[in-house]
């Protein structure tokens, strides 16, 4: 099977003219976010751009002797890919520039964002996806019943103003939250932008409900929309998927079929199915039934008590909770107390998978690591 790292090998010599920029080019060139560019990459407004390769060069040259540790969660592919792209004639001279980055714990945010010019006329806005701090999980959750997120307005604001500073045609895209910002971000910017948008990629993020979907902003773009899955979906059904969306294959199993450099390339596309399998179809019914059975308001008790348990451990990150006491039955129940019965046991559930998750995410922790120098 032939995945996104072997589209770079094979495909990094060939030129945008000959092959023009798809789907894969979108996935592999929104993993730059992972790597942090800070100092590297000028911000909004900072000034021209550098290339690819002096991007991800400078990057390893910062941690040169290190072991880089993206996350708990960011597939140790990343920085294979990262490092082929620095070398390869397609993507090395490729310019990027307004990197954007913000955690914040007192708005519960994570927004990260960078803007990258392909050579062939057109801008390419990419949104990060979750990374493992619990403040951005926290975020995640929040989309179940709030109608923003903080990074959903930083992301139509960063559309907007690097928008704003070229006439150029747009992508938009995204992987995981990045796929969700990316509809969010070109669904809210004003009309010239969005009019000047050319397609929008959201690879296996959190979807959105019938309220936004019938929205006329996001009708006006309807049909610029990619919204692809693998076929057994974890973080894309965490949120409704009212929108349309196309189904890839992955070679994964279950949740790790979330990194998209399992999924399978066939020349310039993923590879398509004609539907989510049966766990996937189980696990999204499963969900939908639970969501619309309770209402905005339990909604928010039930992230809010979630979180409370995870951020009790004192972990800051689910790589630092992989090492935290969270079996701790006592302290389940003592967090969870005054929900109703239905909630609670959800809760629950949802909290020994994430341990049986990052049990399984810890074992192969060496194996998400890279030797920098």
């Not at 960063?158 to 990045?178: D, E, F, M, Q």
């Not at 692809?228 to 974890?234: G, R, S």
Request: net charge neutral; proline share 4%.
């Amino acid at each position: 099977m032939y995945t996104a790292i072997d589209y770079i090998r094979w495909r990094g010599g060939i030129s945008l003219e000959a092959c023009p920029f798809n789907e894969v080019d979108y996935y592999v060139l929104c993993k730059l976010c992972c790597l942090d560019l800070q100092g590297i990459v000028p911000p909004p407004g900072g000034g021209e751009g550098v290339t690819v390769k002096y991007a991800v060069d400078s990057f390893f040259e910062i941690h040169r002797g290190e072991r880089v540790n993206l996350g708990a969660l960011v597939a140790k592919e990343v920085i294979i890919a990262c490092r082929l792209m620095a070398e390869a004639p397609r993507f090395r001279d490729m310019k990027v520039y307004a990197y954007a980055n913000n955690i914040d714990e007192t708005k519960e945010e994570q927004f990260c964002a960078l803007t990258i010019e392909p050579g062939d006329g057109t801008l390419y806005i990419t949104f990060r996806g979750t990374d493992d701090t619990i403040v951005a999980w926290k975020e995640n959750f929040k989309m179940s019943y709030c109608d923003e997120v903080p990074a959903q307005h930083d992301a139509a604001r960063y559309l907007t103003r690097t928008a704003s500073g070229s006439a150029k045609p747009i992508r938009v895209g995204g992987h995981s939250k990045g796929g969700n910002l990316s509809v969010y971000a070109a669904m809210k910017c004003p009309k010239d932008i969005q009019d000047r948008i050319i397609e929008i990629y959201n690879f296996d993020g959190p979807g959105f409900g019938k309220s936004v979907v019938q929205e006329p902003a996001y009708q006006c773009i309807r049909d610029r929309i990619t919204t692809l899955l693998p076929q057994t979906p974890v973080v894309g059904v965490l949120m409704e998927h009212e929108e349309s969306f196309e189904v890839t294959k992955s070679e994964a199993f279950g949740p790790f079929q979330h990194n998209g450099f399992r999924w399978e390339v066939e020349g310039p596309s993923f590879v398509r199915l004609g539907s989510v399998s049966g766990g996937g179809r189980y696990l999204n019914d499963r969900l939908g039934e639970w969501v619309d059975s309770v209402d905005m308001e339990q909604r928010r008790i039930f992230v809010n008590t979630l979180f409370d348990v995870l951020q009790s451990t004192g972990a800051k990150t689910l790589t630092e909770l992989s090492d935290a006491k969270l079996r701790s039955a006592r302290t389940i129940i003592r967090t969870t107390r005054g929900l109703d019965p239905e909630t609670r046991a959800v809760l629950i559930r949802t909290i020994w998978l994430l341990m049986k998750l990052l049990v399984t995410f810890k074992r192969s922790s060496k194996s998400q690591e890279c030797a920098a120098c």
